[in-house]
């Protein structure tokens, strides 16, 4: 009789584990998809010339936000920001691959955002390659490089077995190629078992902004960027296909962003809304419920700064925002007070010295020049190279053939601030700062940006030694050269 309980106690225990459903982890995965250098240039929100049905059908069933704002309008500040939840103008990441080979450590306190969740049993990674196909470049770029390994794995393969996982995956499309110096990346055109599609985009029927001459080779450019933007919309349906497959869509988080703004000349690294303004689309999983403000397929205009980015990941994860860190929550059922505006910088960047601040509400948009004698014209050996419209402006200029906004741009000097009326001057090119009748919003920004400087302990006040400007002027040097009519 002993031995027959014994043995059903053992049968027991062996049954009970097997026969427990596995459902959902008891928290959400989180998938990042951070876009490369892109405004809002996709299908739903309006963008012309493009093809993007897979980031639009994933707008239809999220949250598709239309003020969204990055800290930074180049890449490694304003993932340094994001990716720990403060200002890089605070911590000192401010300046562009700063801190790559010194001890600099982050502030006290200030730690990754893999960091945190891997404390309540995140597995993290940066995925690379879904069944040996390239779907994400792997891309850090943060301006600190001290604080441990940041991630388990590159593998999507990995995901399944380690839920909940948080993701990131770091498109490629949009971005110059600078080994071949002045190519584009080739755009994705197929997947495995995909028809190949024509380019959306030609010279004949697109319409760069006007701040351009009316030119083949600004077509050109244009058209090539618009087509890279319709194959990154190629590589996030492929990564959206293979989370289905894998059981894992009805787990997950997706969020995705842009971490600066467009690669076009007047874009990356201006603070004008082409370097700054960013999509963002957040679709939420049926298996974990939604958040009060969640409502699949509507849009919203509230302003958000990408520093928000990070609390609020933490806040899906059932993480507490921390203490002192920058940025509010906006998408949970304990959210942060709105904001009135978003706040964005740009200092160093490469080998070209410069600081602007910027203001930004949701209608208008006040700029402070530190420099306004370093605008548009002034050196970057890696843009001048890689983005064949400015020298094409700078031979138009010399010749003449410039007039109106392509002729301002090329102006050397810039006010020491700018208002635009982002509502009837999209490309933002009347300045509005002399104009009486704005002199009381003038006054409101500005001192808007004077208590941010405060707050926030801005260290763009305290500029860069010579010494450590110096590599950079010959690291790009050595990469792209110096053009002829440069004299320092």
């Known amino acids: 009789m002993k031995r027959t309980i014994t043995l059903l106690l053992l049968s027991i225990t062996i049954v009970i584990p097997s026969a427990v459903a596995v459902g959902p982890p008891k928290r959400p995965n989180i998938l990042w998809i951070v876009a490369e250098n892109l405004k809002l240039d996709l299908g739903c929100y309006g963008a012309k010339q493009v093809k993007t049905p897979y980031l639009d059908d994933l707008a239809a069933r999220g949250i598709r936000y239309t003020h969204v704002f990055s800290t930074s309008p180049v890449c490694a500040p304003s993932r340094s920001a994001f990716f720990v939840g403060m200002y890089q103008t605070t911590s000192d990441t401010h300046n ?5 080979e010194d001890d600099y450590r982050l502030p006290e306190g200030v730690r990754p955002i893999t960091h945190r969740l891997k404390d309540v049993g995140y597995y993290t990674a940066n995925i690379t390659t879904i069944e040996q196909e390239q779907v994400g470049s792997g891309k850090l770029d943060l301006n600190f490089v001290n604080e441990g390994k940041l991630y388990d794995s590159n593998q999507w393969e990995t995901l399944k077995d380690h839920e909940p996982f948080f993701a990131q995956i770091n498109t490629l499309e949009a971005e110059y190629d600078i080994y071949d110096r002045q190519t584009w990346r080739q755009p994705r055109v197929e997947w495995k078992g995909e028809k190949q599609h024509d380019r959306i985009a030609t010279e004949d029927n697109v319409t760069p902004p006007p701040y351009y001459p009316d030119h083949p080779l600004v077509k050109k450019e244009w ?3 618009l087509n890279s933007i319709s194959g990154m919309d ?3 349906g492929r990564i959206l296909a293979q989370l289905k497959a894998d059981g894992l869509a009805d787990n997950t988080v997706i969020i995705f ?3 600066n703004g467009r690669i076009e000349p007047r874009g990356i690294h201006w603070c004008y809304d082409t370097g700054l303004h960013v999509p963002m689309i957040i679709h939420w999983p ?6 009060a403000n969640y409502k699949a397929g509507s849009v919203s205009d509230e302003l958000i700064s990408l520093i928000d980015l990070t609390p609020t990941t933490l806040n899906i994860a059932g993480i507490k925002r921390p203490l002192g860190m920058d940025g509010r929550i906006f998408l949970g059922n304990k959210l942060g007070p709105q904001r009135q505006f978003a706040f964005s910088a740009r200092d160093r960047i ?7 601040r910027s203001v930004r509400g949701k209608r208008f948009h006040y700029l402070r020049n530190y420099y306004p004698d370093r605008h548009f014209t002034s050196l970057n050996r890696y843009k001048e190279k890689c983005f064949p419209i400015k020298p094409l402006m700078r031979q138009l200029m010399a010749e003449g053939k410039l007039t109106g906004p392509p002729a301002a741009l090329m102006s050397p000097r810039v006010p020491e601030e700018q208002l635009f009326d982002t509502v ?6 009347n300045n509005l700062a002399a104009d009486p009748s704005y002199r009381d919003l003038l006054i409101q ?3 808007a940006l004077s208590v941010w400087i405060v707050e926030t302990q801005d260290q763009g006040v305290f500029p860069e030694p010579d010494e450590i400007v110096a590599p950079f002027e010959k690291e790009m040097h050595d990469w792209f050269g110096t053009p002829s009519w440069y004299q320092p």
């Open 223 to 225: 058209a090539r960027y």
């Open 96 to 100: 562009m691959r700063s801190h790559r």
């Open 350 to 356: 490469d080998e070209t010295v410069n600081r602007i």
């Open 424 to 429: 009837n001057d999209p490309h933002e090119i």
């Open 445 to 447: 920004m500005r001192t």
């Open 286 to 291: 049926k298996n974990f419920p939604a958040p």
């Open 257 to 259: 962003f842009g971490d």
């Open 234 to 236: 190629k590589t996030v």
